[in-house]
């Protein structure tokens, strides 16, 4: 990230406590639930496909889902095209176990760009009004920390409603 003046800006502790809760959330020590990690890395496609009625998601669109709008956001903050909504909420063309293997692989990977992401913020960039007077990207960025907590406890009652031990 560079500041106003074109120089590379270095992170601060801001930066560094966001990163750390991006970890956290992923695959750490969370305060309220087992992290999404935790809560999908030993699930098999069948149980990541499995409803509580036809119309309601499935783990594995709402893992899509995550990743759609963690991609989304990168794209955006690099100026890079961002990706059509009506893709979100999508299954892939193959939901096998292969595929569910797949899926977890580059979800993983996508989080490790997530949490570099996370650690270039500046106080600066996050607390710098816009135009409006709102601090917009401070809360953009935590906005997809939220996204994801709220998706992780979908997922962790969906893993009830199966009838899956609750995950530690």
Same mark, same amino acid.
């Given at each position: 990230?560079? /500041?106003?003046?074109? +120089?590379?800006?270095?992170?601060?502790?801001?930066?560094?406590?966001? =990163? %750390?809760?991006? @970890?956290?959330?992923? /695959?750490?020590?969370?305060?309220?639930?087992? &992290?999404?990690?935790?809560? !999908?890395?030993?699930?098999? +496609? *069948? %149980?990541?496909?499995?409803?509580?009625? &036809?119309?309601?998601?499935?783990?594995?669109?709402?893992? =899509?889902?995550?990743?759609?709008?963690?991609?989304?956001?990168?794209?955006?903050? #690099?100026?890079?095209?961002?990706?059509?909504?009506? @893709? /979100?909420? =999508?299954?892939? &063309? =193959?939901?096998? #176990?292969?595929?569910?293997? #797949?899926?977890?692989?580059?979800?993983? #990977?996508? %989080?490790?760009?997530?949490? *570099?992401?996370?650690?270039?913020?500046?106080? $600066?960039?996050?607390?710098?009004?816009?135009?409006?007077?709102?601090? @917009?990207?401070?809360? $953009?960025?935590?906005?997809?920390?939220?996204?994801?907590?709220?998706?992780?406890?979908? !997922?962790?009652?969906? %893993?009830?409603?199966?009838?899956?031990?609750?995950? @530690?």
């Amino acid at each position: 990230m560079r /500041d106003r003046k074109g +120089a590379e800006a270095m992170p601060d502790a801001l930066g560094e406590a966001l =990163r %750390q809760t991006a @970890e956290r959330l992923f /695959d750490g020590r969370n305060y309220s639930h087992a &992290p999404i990690w935790r809560q !999908i890395k030993d699930l098999s +496609a *069948e %149980q990541a496909l499995w409803r509580p009625s &036809p119309e309601r998601h499935c783990v594995w669109e709402i893992v =899509r889902h995550v990743a759609f709008w963690k991609r989304h956001f990168m794209d955006s903050l #690099a100026g890079r095209p961002t990706a059509p909504l009506d @893709e /979100d909420w =999508r299954l892939p &063309p =193959r939901t096998d #176990a292969a595929a569910w293997a #797949a899926e977890l692989d580059d979800f993983a #990977a996508l %989080q490790r760009a997530w949490v *570099e992401t996370y650690g270039t913020f500046t106080r $600066q960039a996050l607390l710098t009004p816009d135009s409006d007077g709102r601090f @917009e990207r401070f809360a $953009q960025v935590i906005g997809y920390l939220e996204h994801e907590a709220y998706h992780t406890g979908q !997922i962790a009652y969906l %893993q009830a409603l199966m009838g899956l031990p609750s995950v @530690e």
